[in-house]
C-alpha cells in the first residue's frame, strides 16, 4: 500500500490518464454531509462481503474521515491479494483542509 497527502492525490488526479477507484469506506452519513467527487461508497463493515465486487488489478484509493479507517481497508485488501492500494493521509478532512476550502467538515 501507498500513502498520499491530499495534496499528492490531488496532483496525481490531475496528472494520470486512467483515474484510480476512490472507495470510501465511511457510514453513509459521513458520505452524505461531504465526499470526493467520483468516489463511491462502500462502508467499512460491508467491505468483507462487497470487496468482490472490487478489481483486483485497477489502481484504487482508499478513503475516509482521517485515514485511520482507510488504511485498516487498505490493510484487508492487501491480505485478499490487492496489490495496488493507496491510502488517503489525512481522509477526507486533509482534503477539506487542503485542496477543497468549500467541502463541509464535520
Request: hydrophobic share 40%; aromatic share 8%.
Amino acid at each position: 500500500m501507498r500513502h498520499m497527502t491530499a495534496r499528492e492525490l490531488q496532483a496525481y488526479l490531475e496528472q494520470t490518464p486512467e483515474k484510480p477507484f476512490l472507495l470510501d469506506v465511511r457510514e453513509p452519513w459521513e458520505f452524505q454531509h461531504c465526499h470526493i467527487e467520483g468516489s463511491r461508497l462502500i462502508p467499512m463493515g460491508q467491505i468483507p462481503t462487497a470487496h468482490q465486487e472490487l478489481d483486483f488489478d485497477r489502481e484504487t484509493v482508499v478513503i475516509c474521515h482521517h485515514g485511520i479507517r482507510s488504511r485498516h481497508v487498505a490493510m484487508y485488501l492487501e491480505n485478499l491479494g490487492f496489490t495496488n492500494l493507496i491510502n488517503l493521509s489525512g481522509g477526507v478532512a486533509a482534503w477539506a483542509r487542503e485542496v477543497d476550502p468549500h467541502m463541509p467538515t464535520y
